[in-house]
């Protein structure tokens, strides 16, 4: 069945870095790649997404990018602040006109920046 | 987006009672899923609500231990029936909201379960 892959699991860094985190995909007619944000006791909260059309999308400090071929897309955060520490899932899904099809999430990445 | 608000935010049952989750937003909503987070795990799509008609369910889930309603496009209720500690998660409803991008899911703030 379909799948999603995301590394790392847990990703420290300092503030002021770069963070990245990567997912694969497998199924291949997967065409929308939303990166959600959650916090501690909150609901997770989409941060930005991608579709099959485009290879890069930036908001800000964030910005996701796509390589269809290799199965695989990235969430870039620049310039990492303490408010950014949370869990992050990355999530693929088919999108049909007129029609909705479900998310697969990733496994999650627990995300710490340190002042 | 769409506010979306979850009663009860958390509780604590016991074993073999049944409890049911509330899901209102405060705008008609096309799609109302509802998902289960496992602690420390990631988000696993249990049903999609449908309004007016029996929710469709997911691998793994069933009508019986899982019964959904919706009878509206802003209101959706999920039971969570004769309950085990496995049970315990965070329940999340989500939406797709009216005019936008399809597959743009929304959720809410949770329902953090414990089963004793």
């Known amino acids: 069945g379909e799948n999603v892959e995301q590394h790392p699991s847990t990703l420290s860094v300092q503030e002021g870095d770069s963070a990245v985190i990567k997912c694969t995909y497998s199924?291949?007619?997967?065409?929308?790649f939303p990166w959600y944000k959650q916090e501690l006791g909150k609901g997770p909260q989409l941060i930005i997404d991608i579709r099959s059309n485009v290879g890069e999308k930036k908001d800000q400090r964030i910005a996701v990018t796509l390589n269809k071929t290799a199965k695989h897309f990235s969430l870039h955060i620049t310039e990492t602040q303490p408010e950014d520490s949370a869990v992050y899932f990355c999530?693929?899904?088919?999108?049909?006109?007129?029609?909705?099809?479900?998310?697969?999430f990733g496994t999650g990445t627990l995300l710490a920046v340190q002042p | 987006s769409a506010v979306i608000s979850q009663k009860p935010s958390r509780d604590i049952c016991q074993r073999g009672t049944s409890l049911t989750i509330q899901c209102q937003v405060d705008s008609q909503v096309t799609m109302m899923f509802w998902y289960r987070q496992q602690p420390g795990q990631s988000l696993t799509l249990i049903a999609t609500?449908?309004?007016?008609?029996?929710?469709?369910?997911e691998s793994g889930f069933v009508i019986d231990k899982f019964p959904i309603s919706r009878p509206n496009l802003t209101f959706s209720t999920l039971t969570v029936s004769n309950m085990s500690p496995e049970d315990s998660s965070i329940y999340l409803c989500?939406?797709?909201?009216?005019?936008?991008?399809?597959?743009?899911?929304?959720f809410g703030p949770g329902t953090r379960l414990t089963v004793l």
């Open positions: 609500a449908n309004q007016g008609s029996e929710a469709t369910y």
């Open positions: 199924d291949s007619a997967s065409n929308y």
């Open positions: 989500s939406v797709e909201e009216l005019g936008r991008s399809y597959n743009e899911q929304f």
């Open positions: 999530a693929a899904s088919r999108e049909y006109g007129g029609a909705t099809n479900k998310l697969i």
